[in-house]
Nanobody, 125 residues
Framework: QVQLVESGGGLVQPGGSLRLSCAAS????????IGWFRQAPGKEREGVSC????????YYADSVKGRFTISRDNAKNTVYLQMNSLKPEDTAVYYC??????????????????WGKGTLVTVSS
């Protein structure tokens, strides 16, 4: 059974850091691309970052480039999102997702098939 479970969210002050985890089960994570998405209150869900399989190419939304870093630990079957210099506008529920395509390429949100339930990140003083 394919499952993705996010963790690591919480309340942090502006300028602070959090590391989100996306633990996968039911499949071997390093064969597939994994994306992070977020949905802020009253807004549509948007792509944040993605890491492809094998070569581990990474992609970032312009709004988080230089502040967020995506990585994977294949031994733990987990993908991480290190978030630094957090801003109030980063407040959202963060989800990880995959399309389980053997291509292992980062693709757009509509192609994602498996989603975690999300973890809430609140950036506030």
């Amino acid at each position: 059974q394919v499952q993705l479970v996010e963790s690591g969210g919480g309340l942090v002050q502006p300028g602070g850091s959090l590391r989100l985890s996306c633990a996968a089960s039911g499949f071997t994570l390093d064969y597939y691309a994994i994306g992070w998405f977020r949905q802020a209150p009253g807004k549509e869900r948007e792509g944040v970052s993605c890491i492809s399989s094998s070569a581990g190419r990474t992609y970032y939304a312009d709004s988080v480039k230089g502040r967020f870093t995506i990585s994977r630990d294949n031994a733990k079957n987990t993908v991480y999102l290190q978030m630094n210099s957090l801003k109030p506008e980063d407040t959202a529920v963060y989800y990880c997702a995959t399309d389980l395509s053997p291509l292992g390429l980062c693709r757009s949100q509509p192609r994602m098939i498996y989603w975690g339930k999300g973890t809430l990140v609140t950036v506030s003083s």
